[in-house]
């Protein structure tokens, strides 16, 4: 399964912007789909996730502020990004777990990553 995700770039303090990310393959079910960060010389840490059932879970450091959203039938998930602050500077990548064909008849667990969009929040 190959996720592309979009929408990065380069915005002042206060502004907002929305990553977009796009799940395509042999896809035959999706569990959970979430965005995580990594700021320079720090570790990758989730944003937020949203499953299959709608729940949603998010960093302590976005609620209020960024919002995750899916849509099941394009496989596709969104991350509304509003009142950016520096500290928001990172490569955002989006993850994708679920289940994928094999065969007609086999399937397995997948757990994708996309290639990273950049975000910079500076004024």
């Known amino acids: 399964v190959q996720l592309q995700a979009f929408g990065g770039g380069s915005v002042q303090p206060g502004g907002s912007l929305t990553l977009s990310c796009a799940a395509s393959?042999?896809?035959?079910?999706?569990?959970?789909m979430g965005w995580y960060r990594q700021a320079p010389g720090k570790q990758r840490d989730l944003v937020a996730v949203?499953?299959?059932?709608?729940?949603?879970n998010y960093a302590d450091s976005v609620k209020g502020r960024f919002t995750i959203s899916r849509d099941n039938a394009r496989n596709r998930v969104y991350l509304a990004m509003s009142s950016l602050k520096p500290d928001d500077t990172a490569v955002y990548y989006c993850?994708?777990?679920?289940?994928?064909?094999?065969?007609?008849?086999?399937?397995?667990?997948?757990?994708?990553w996309g290639q990273g969009t950049l975000v910079t929040v500076s004024s």
């Open positions: 393959g042999n896809i035959f079910s999706i569990n959970s």
């Open positions: 949203v499953t299959n059932g709608g729940s949603t």
């Open positions: 993850n994708v777990k679920g289940r994928e064909y094999i065969t007609e008849l086999r399937r397995a667990s997948f757990d994708s």
